[in-house]
């Protein structure tokens, strides 16, 4: 057998291909290295619920802050319409017709392109 190969025996015993480790030292660096993956999995997990969690909170926050905004902006505009009711209806209708306008107009064009 050619003295190069990876299957030539070791004075030990041991193919070359083992680096000269014995079988007990390869099952330890595979368990240490078995060890440290799920160590990292574990760390990484960790990570990734304080993250979720600092969303949470973060959104929390935000959401609190626009309920309020639109709490102020939801009496805004009942005090307007209370102070000037005949105003805010015909606003109101205006806003609609302009809608309606804008809607049925996009529709035309569409048909006319089709």
């Known amino acids: 057998m050619p003295a190069n190969t990876t299957d030539t025996n ?10 000269g480790l014995t079988a007990d030292e390869r099952s330890f660096d595979a368990e240490g290295i078995k060890a440290t993956v799920n160590d990292t999995m574990r760390k990484a997990e960790r990570l990734l619920q304080d ?9 929390r926050v935000y959401v609190d802050a626009a309920g309020e905004q639109l709490g102020t902006a939801q009496r805004y505009v009942v005090e307007r319409v209370k102070e000037r009711p005949v105003t805010a209806t015909m606003a109101g209708v205006g806003v609609g017709l302009l809608l309606g306008l804008l809607i049925a107009g996009s529709r035309n064009s569409n048909h006319r392109h089709h």
């Open 51 to 59: 993250g979720i969690e600092s969303l949470r909170s973060q959104s």
């Open 10 to 19: 070791l004075d030990n015993g041991a193919k070359a291909t083992d680096f």
